[in-house]
């Protein structure tokens, strides 16, 4: 359900450029897949068949023929990086034009509430907080779904009774992360706001220069500064504990993890069902679950956040096209034209015809309706 | 030489927290110089004693063991954190209210020539872009510092001979950060530059609503985005391109290197000059070496540039206090005062005697010098 939404939503903001996202999004599965595969193996290989059989030339040549095949790999990935960075290039300047456009498509009654700054946050920043994050959100998604289901079939295939301890310690890691997350941006919020509240202070201080000097308010000043600098620290302060204990936390959990998966593999080996090389392919695997799941847990909140974000831009693109193009007759007439801003009536039943090449001169005081008058005429009022 | 100046620079900003700052400090040495050598000869003993002799029992027992005392450390190094977090926050208080007094005793007419952002971002910004970042990079650089020496000592102790291989290893490590380091930051500035453009571009654009509808200059604003938006991309993409070739040639560097460092080791292991467990302890130890060495060579620069930084501070710490109690006596008298804007004249020979309580009226056009006459008496202009 909410997966079709977001493919829906993600197949809207990449619209003309599907070949290239789906190619991508090929290319970065295979290439996941095959390093997830082919690391813990090859570390099992290397280790079984070169030092425990003693033998260096193999041990060399193993060695060396996987740095190749690695080489070769890293390559690949440094090709599909350079190629997504273009797809995304692509995207960035086909919505900064498209955006644009249907600016032009806001009726002019509300282009005059709002300065330039706002559309401008719309018309472009928006696109780099919400296209481009939803096409690398999108391709680390799917990527860490395949790095992940491909780790965890070869931790089994090396051990599975070591894999059981792995799986206990998958949920915990998700409710780690959705616990602190939620905590870390509500704090986040608060501080940017003591933070904002901080410079609105010292602004007002710094702009009162000459009051301050005349009359020496330094006093009065520095204690209002150095309260709200208090405040500001100190939910600096929270913040900053409830991520550090979170990374502590996270970091103590994931060692208890890995030695609790070390020592079942541990057993496994004395147990003579699991190689030297096999424990060094599994605990590399293991930490390539770890890293997916964790990965996974991360962008599935961040992905409502964006697809959230993109419905913003979809009400700009859903405005009805008003472009109009304006072609000019031999006259121009109003009828019997009335109109109100809100609940302020500016103009009441209003006549005027003009002819082509008529000059007509319009007096009034401010606020009389002549700008009103020009606008309706030329049809940004309507 | 150097490494004085940046000392003498630290003390400067740390001023009134100096031993909270040495504390900091030696907590921090004595927690990396413990997890330096700890980590990688406690892998050593568990693999040695435990897994290699067949003995399940002592491999569980030393793995609890060890996971116990790192717990500690973890709870350790995360009141280190937070003490670290609550001297930065003394230190920015101190700091804000410093710099707003230092304020006031700029000259009046270097005030009047900025506007106010400029001066909340000296008072203010600055702060966080330099006091702080050299207490975190001061501390980080000592840090890095002693954990590089003990773990060179631990993988010497483990096998000379692999060392040398490792050895050879850092400089290029040093090569390569510095050079595409440099290489990254020009082309960052490059693309800020022409996202400036950009945006400078489509301002205008959705400035010019009502011209741009009415006279149907659709093409020429959409051609010109195009065009402007198609420059920033292919320096973003420029810029993109050297960092992830950057990543790219790392990663694989490291990697050969690795390969390297683990065929020496596995020759080593063969000869019977190093046991298994001393084999994982080494790799472990290679990588606290290279990951110190790399975080060394990315402060140094850092911290010069901070160091820099903190030049500006000083400037505005130095102006000669200026801070003057107003007290006012019965008598405003001026005599033969002149005074000009650079080389614009505006008082000549001016005279003026006024008791207490007198009213004067001072009549004159606009840029007559009126106000500078007042801000002359209230001392703001000298």
Redesign the interface.
């Known amino acids: 359900m909410i997966a079709a939404g977001w493919l829906r939503r993600i197949f809207y903001v990449i619209e003309d450029h599907k070949s290239a996202f789906l190619t991508a999004l090929l290319l970065g599965l295979l290439s996941n897949a095959f390093i997830s595969l082919a690391n813990p193996l090859a570390l099992k290989y290397l280790f079984d068949e070169?030092?425990i059989r003693?033998n260096?030339g193999l041990?060399?040549a193993l060695?060396?023929a996987?740095?190749a095949i690695?080489?070769l790999w890293?390559?690949g990935?440094?090709s599909y990086?350079?190629f997504v960075?273009?797809v995304k290039?692509k995207i960035?300047?086909s919505w900064?034009?498209k955006m644009?456009?249907r600016?032009?498509n806001i009726p002019?009654s509300e282009?005059i509430t709002r300065d330039?700054g706002y559309?401008?946050s719309r018309?472009?920043d928006e696109i780099s907080t919400t296209v481009l994050p939803v096409v690398d959100c999108a391709l680390g998604l799917f990527n860490s779904i395949i790095s992940f289901t491909v780790a965890l079939g070869v931790v089994l295939f090396l051990s599975w009774r070591a894999t059981l301890v792995l799986i206990c310690v998958i949920p915990i890691v998700y409710r780690l992360s959705r616990r602190f997350g939620a905590k870390i941006k509500k704090e986040s919020k608060l501080e940017k706001e003591e933070e904002a509240k901080?410079?609105g202070i010292?602004?007002r201080?710094?702009?009162s220069?000459?009051v301050?000097?005349?009359?020496?308010l330094?006093d009065g000043?520095?204690a209002k500064?150095?309260a709200q600098?208090?405040r500001f620290?100190d939910v600096?302060?929270a913040r900053?504990?409830t991520s550090?204990?979170y990374q502590?936390l996270g970091?103590?959990f994931m060692?208890?993890a890995e030695?609790a998966v070390?020592?079942a593999a541990?057993?496994e080996?004395?147990a003579g069902r699991m190689t030297?090389g096999g424990f060094m392919g599994f605990m590399n695997a293991f930490w390539l679950v770890i890293g997916a799941s964790k990965d996974m847990f991360e962008r599935i909140p961040e992905m409502s956040r964006i697809v959230g974000a993109i419905e913003r831009l979809v009400e700009l693109q859903e405005l009805e096209a008003r472009?109009t193009?304006?072609s000019y007759g031999d006259e121009v007439k109003l009828e019997d034209v009335s109109f109100a801003y809100n609940d302020h009536k500016v103009l009441r039943n209003f006549n005027l015809k003009t002819k082509r090449g008529e000059k007509v001169l319009i007096v009034g005081p401010n606020g009389s309706g002549k700008s009103t008058l020009a606008h309706l005429m030329?049809g940004?009022l309507c």
């Open positions: 070169g030092i003693k260096f041990f060399t060695s060396v996987f740095v690695f080489t890293r390559l990935v440094l990086r350079l960075q273009r290039n960035l300047v900064s034009l644009l456009r600016y032009y002019y282009i330039n559309f401008l018309v472009y901080l410079r010292l602004g201080a710094l702009g220069y000459k301050t000097k005349t009359f020496n330094y000043i520095y500064t150095s600098a208090g620290i600096l302060y900053f504990k550090t204990i502590s970091g103590m060692s208890y030695t070390m020592i541990g057993y080996i004395l030297f472009q193009n304006f030329a940004f």
